[in-house]
């Protein structure tokens, strides 16, 4: 599954097929019909968690809720900008603007 980090509030936003926003309002994303690719406004982060992990991990919790184990954790990851099935919409720019000029959407090239 995908979510999206807002860099201006940091909130973590799961995301779905209807478009989602973030607390501050700064940053939304959505999937897309086939289910598979995401839509998101940049700069905004996309992070995957790994599903099979998650499932493991949700059934390790409900058998051993108080215990801490190796099957309660999972893969999670911030997905590169060459991820073929996250892209970026232009959304609201950071306030500190690095010397040399207003940061661009990144390109999957
Ligand atoms: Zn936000």
Redesign the pocket.
Known sequence: MKLMY??????IVRLFPEKR???????WGHYLEDRSTTVQTWP?LSVGIANPDFVQAERAFADAPRAFSPEITMRCWINPVSEPDVTFVQGVPVEEVPVGGEPAPPSAE
Not at 6 to 11: A, F, L
Not at 21 to 27: P, Y
């Open positions: 807002c860099v201006h509030c940091q909130d926003s973030c607390r501050c309002g700064k940053s905004s």
